[in-house]
């Protein structure tokens, strides 16, 4: 049976390879993380949980007892947490080759065996997934050691430059300072990312009180994108992106995305169901996720952040990580986006 054979099943240690020096295997088995995945409109609504067991052929000649001389599994972990934290992925073939480029990122990894598995698919098995295995290329470029946190940093794009994110509330969209802080985030293209709230999109919702908390939920989040949708078809240099590679590819593009946060945030065990849901607090939780230097939001409310209560712990700001600001909706003239 060839290497790239779909299977189901587990990872057994890679055979033999002959003369291959001192070769160690690194093994990680039943590592169970919710993912993003699936081509299917109920796999795209909620993360599934998703089984992963790796095999790891490694240079070991050199360990000699010192945890520095060698490649560290909770490494390799937080790295595959890391890409269960990103962008919605549609295969588990896409997903098993990525992690397999992450544990490339290491210099002193030779051969690798991955397997992934759905847990929750049909009920008849156990799990069904893939398996591959893969070979470091002859043309690799061992040369350079990343730092610790390499693999994490592998998983997940980021921009070149510190981004601040700009957040719009519904009055300040509807308002008569839109064009203003538009024109604003227009002057730093590759250095905004800009986040909408629904608008005159999220009326219908006033409605929906029948409705229970997740659909509301749901209804706003896509209410948002709409917003966002119609204001970047008005001018090309705003880019709709629903992942975090579609926005670090706009910023490098010298362009401004505006966020649809429908697939990076629906789901999420940290992002409450709320019907009440406002883009302040997706943002909040994309200037953690995406490493943001500063967080400005655009409200004439008096409390527009979520209160500590609204929102989980596990994506409340630190405050050493990025600055907040909350300006009001007249501020577009004398506001500092980006520092030069």
């Not at 073939?93 to 991955?114: D, S």
Request: glycine share 4%; with cysteine.
């Amino acid at each position: 049976m060839s290497s790239n054979s779909i299977l189901t099943g587990r990872v057994y240690p890679l055979p033999a390879t002959g003369e291959t020096g001192d070769r160690d295997l690194i093994v990680i088995r039943d590592l169970v993380l919710r993912f993003r995945i699936g081509v299917y409109e109920q796999e795209r609504l909620r993360p599934q949980r998703i089984r992963l067991n790796l095999v790891l052929e490694v240079d070991g000649s050199e360990a000699d007892d010192d945890i520095a001389k060698v490649l560290s599994y909770d490494e390799i972990i937080s790295g595959v947490k890391a890409l269960a934290e990103g962008e919605h992925i549609n295969l588990v073939e896409t997903l098993a080759e990525r992690v397999a480029e992450l544990c490339f990122a290491h210099p002193n990894v030779a051969a690798v065996h991955v397997g992934v598995e759905k847990l929750d698919i049909h009920a008849q098995t156990e799990s069904v997934g893939v398996e591959i295995r893969r070979r470091r290329r002859e043309s690799a470029d061992p040369s350079v050691f990343p730092l610790p946190g390499f693999f994490a940093r592998a998983a997940r794009p980021r921009p070149k430059h510190p981004i601040t994110i700009l957040c719009l509330d519904d009055e300040t969209l509807e308002g008569p300072h839109r064009a203003a802080w538009l024109a604003r985030a227009a002057e730093h293209p590759g250095r905004v990312v800009l986040m909408v709230d629904a608008g005159r999109y999220g009326a219908p919702l006033d409605d929906a009180r029948a409705l229970d908390a997740a659909t509301a939920h749901h209804l706003r989040l896509i209410a948002m994108e709409q917003s966002a949708r119609a204001l970047a078809a008005a001018d090309p240099l705003f880019v709709p992106c629903d992942s975090e590679s579609a926005l670090t590819h706009a910023l490098e593009e010298a362009r401004i995305p505006v966020w649809l946060p429908v697939a990076m945030t629906l789901g999420r065990p940290e992002i409450g169901e709320r019907p009440d849901t406002t883009a302040a607090t997706l943002a909040l939780w994309l200037a953690r996720h995406y490493g943001a230097e500063r967080l400005i939001v655009v409200s004439d409310r008096r409390d527009p952040l979520p209160s500590e209560e609204a929102i989980d712990s596990r994506f409340a700001p630190p405050e050493d990580r990025f600055e907040t600001d909350v300006l009001p909706s007249t501020a577009a003239e004398a506001a500092t986006l980006v520092d030069r």
